[in-house]
Structures are given as C-alpha cells and as structure tokens.
C-alpha cells in the first residue's frame, strides 16, 4: 500500500487486524465476513481473537518489550497466547532469529541491538505465531538506508516464499515494484487505484495516482 500521508494507509492496517472499527463497507478477512459494529460499537472481541491469532504486525517503531532478550521476545507469544511448551517455543525462536541473520543476537535487549536488528527480531517475532497473514506499517521508515536494505531483505524473503499474505504499507517504491505482486494507492480513505505492482508504480491509470509518482519519484 502506498500513498500521501493521511491517506488511510494505517488506519486499513488496523481495520484488518481488528484494531480500529469502521462505520461503513464491508470487510472480509481470512474468509470471515465482519459485520458492521451495532451503534458505532466495540471491536467484536469473539470474533476477532480467533482471527487476531493468524494476524502478525510489524510496527515502524519496532515495540519490543526492552527487558527481555530477543530470544524471550520471540518466544513469549507462542508459550503465554498459544501455551506452546516453552523448550518447544526457544527452539523455534532461535531457529526464526537465525533465518534473520541474528543467531548471535538471542541474548542481547532491544538496546544492544540496531534499528535494522530490532526490527528484524520484530518480524521473527511476529512470525512465531506462525501467522496466515503479515501486515507491516512502514517498517523501515525509522531506519537508515543500510539498515533498511537489511530489513527489506528478510521481507522479500518472506514474500518469495509464498506461504502467506503479507501486506506492507512502504515509501520504498523500488523494493514495491519487486517485491510486490500488487500495490494499492490511497488517498483520502480510498483505494484509487490497485492492480499489478509494475504497472500502478509506473504507468498508473488514476490520475491522483500519477500525480503522486510525479511528485516523489
Ligand atoms: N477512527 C477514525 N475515524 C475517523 N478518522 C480517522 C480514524 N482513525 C484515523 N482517522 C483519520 O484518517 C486519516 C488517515 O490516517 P492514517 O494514519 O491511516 O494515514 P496514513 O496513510 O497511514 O498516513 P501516514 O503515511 O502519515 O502514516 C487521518 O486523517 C486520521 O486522522
Ligand atoms: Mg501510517
């Protein structure tokens, strides 16, 4: 997903993760239909924790909890939302911070560790829940660009492997046009314009959509 500041970008973020309430539209994730809340009402929690579990999210600001060591922040999920046997859940965290390039990082707190290193542990973590879809909210807009070389790399990983959605909200439109299948614009709460990544990044049919391009690229 791209687009201007204040487009909506976040907000369909949580929308899909069940964070946020919408007053219209329909919203259909993982094959679940999501009514519309009764009188503005609250998020519907029965139906959202099932759904919320198969949902991971990487945050730009990474927010990992800093007392506990990388190892511990990937593994806590696992063991206190799905009550995995916590050897079980160490073996598989050090074996997803190895897969991004941090074996030698398990001991070390959120402080020891680099913005591209938090954020790598952020999106391990995330992945210990073994999610069906990722959602990612400009994950490297915190990071300079060596460090974000090294994070969009583990993302293009993720997204060639092909075993889940993964839903990145990016200014990065070089990493978008190949590493995406499709890319989104939006614009004042709206989708403009989705379709293949190569076409709405460079020959895109709306002319918001065009205009946008001219001015940042
Ligand atoms: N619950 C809500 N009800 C109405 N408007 C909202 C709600 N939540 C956010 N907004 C507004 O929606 C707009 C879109 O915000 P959002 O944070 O989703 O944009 P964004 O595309 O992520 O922008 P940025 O690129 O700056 O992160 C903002 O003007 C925000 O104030
Ligand atoms: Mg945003």
Redesign the pocket.
Known sequence: ?V????????????LINGL??R?AGDLNVLGTDVPLPVDGGEIHAPLWRPLRQRIGIVFQAFHLYPHKTALENVALAPVHVNAIDPEAARERASALLRRVGLSDKEGSRPRQLSGGQQQRVAIARAMAMDPDILLF??PTSALDPEMTAEVLSVIRDLAEEHARTLVV?T?EYAFAREAADRVAF?ED?RILEVGPAERVLTDPEHPRTRAFFDRVL
Do not use: F, Q, Y
């Open positions: 997903m687009g201007p500041s204040g487009g909506g970008k976040s907000t369909l973020l949580r946020e309430v007053d909210d400009e909200v200014h939006l709460a």
